[in-house]
């Protein structure tokens, strides 16, 4: 009788074990689902898009769980912090100021041109120029001489306010604006590109060094395999990946 209630225990003690391990393991990838091709909500609402796909790999080769949450971009960084995700894989430019409250992975996307989108290429740079709350072209745009700032919580609003004569041009990631002034013959690109940040990565809590370590490791066999490369020209037009 002592044994089987010994090994009883013992399975039990098991069985919470393999319980909590499944749990830690479960990370909830936190991302915006409005910046393509990023990310964004496809036609069933699902978090679709580059990040989607990458993040999946990520915790696949990491042997994580994903669950994707999605967030407004203006709330990202705090909701992470105050524990209500595990990640921003959100299209998030790696910056110093951004560091000084959460960390981040190794990038997995290089530095990104941050370009000008106008309705006539006579913008040379001044006026008001529209950008995303809480993005690096806000801040660049609020230390130009001779530009206004007007700041909108979406990145579709930054372009509306273009099309309505709000502002006179938009500063955004030239990734996201290409397929855009493809498509509308009113937008044009205006001025020079303007480089930014140091590469996109994951962020995380400045106390999770674990999972960091984790995904750092993933990330890295992904470029080296040849994924990330594979990705980035999936869903950004064909071009050639740094990795």
């Known amino acids: 009788m002592k044994k089987l209630i010994l090994t009883a225990a013992a399975l039990a003690l098991t069985a ?16 915006e689902g409005a910046y393509p091709p990023f990310n964004f909500l496809n036609d069933n609402g699902e978090v679709d898009g580059f990040e989607r796909e990458l993040g999946d790999a990520i915790c696949e080769t990491a042997g994580l769980t ?15 912090v105050s524990g209500n995700y595990d990640t921003i894989i959100a299209g998030m430019s790696i910056t110093d100021e951004r560091d000084e ?29 529209a950008a995303q709350t809480g993005t690096i072209q806000a801040s660049h745009v609020a230390s130009m001489d001779g530009a206004q700032l ?6 579709d609003e930054t372009i509306a306010a273009v099309k309505n004569g709000e502002a006179d041009a938009v500063l955004a990631d030239k990734s996201f604006l290409e397929p855009i002034v493809a498509e509308d013959s ?5 001025g020079d590109d303007v480089m930014l940040g140091g590469g996109i990565g994951l962020g995380v809590r400045e106390s999770d060094t674990e999972l960091k370590d984790k995904l750092n490791a993933a990330i890295a066999e992904l470029k080296a395999d040849g ?5 980035i020209a999936k869903w950004f037009d064909g071009m050639e990946g740094p990795y």
């Open 150 to 155: 007007v700041e909108f919580a979406t990145p």
């Open 186 to 190: 009113d937008l044009m690109f205006a």
């Open 101 to 129: 409250v959460i960390d981040f992975t190794e990038a997995y996307f290089p530095p990104d041109p941050s370009s000008f989108v106008a309705m006539s290429d006579a913008f040379d740079g001044t006026g008001v120029i």
């Open 227 to 231: 994924t990330v490369n594979e990705l």
């Open 66 to 80: 994903c669950e994707w949450v999605t967030n407004e971009w203006d709330s990202i960084i705090p909701n992470l």
């Open 16 to 31: 919470g074990t393999a319980m909590a391990e499944s749990h830690a393991m479960t990370v909830r990838m936190g991302t």
